[in-house]
């Protein structure tokens, strides 16, 4: 069965840095998009960054463009996040998500797996 299954979070200070990992089993990693999504206490579930099956193409939330990078590494099934300059306000359960597409996904409800999520803490 698929699994995702991410790793990374942690509590770092504003301004720090965290590179969170999503590491997918029991599917053809190459011919999904991936996507990293987030969720706040009492807040709906938000798009953070996608990448294309190729990884070629990538797509990210205002919020974090100039800050967050997504890329994947097909040989070791694996798509990361890496986060700089992070704020309070990046402070969020973060999960990952794949869809069997070619184009980078940024829509929540177009994703067919989930991650169970990592937390992630900015502290001001």
């Known amino acids: 069965q698929v699994q995702l299954v991410e790793s990374g979070g942690g509590l770092v200070q504003a301004g720090g840095s965290l590179r969170l990992s999503c590491a997918a089993s029991g599917l053809t990693f190459s011919s999904y998009a991936m996507g990293w999504f987030r969720q706040a206490p009492g807040k709906e579930r938000e798009f953070v960054a996608a990448?294309?099956?190729?990884?070629?193409?990538?797509d990210y939330a205002d919020s974090v463009k100039g800050r967050f990078t997504i890329s994947r590494d097909t040989a070791k099934n694996t798509v990361y996040l890496q986060m700089n300059s992070l704020k309070p306000e990046d402070t969020a359960v973060y999960y990952c998500a794949a869809k069997s597409s070619r184009r980078v996904i940024l829509k929540r409800y177009e994703y067919d797996y989930w991650g169970q999520g990592t937390q992630v803490t900015v502290s001001s």
């Open positions: 990448i294309s099956w190729s990884g070629g193409s990538t």
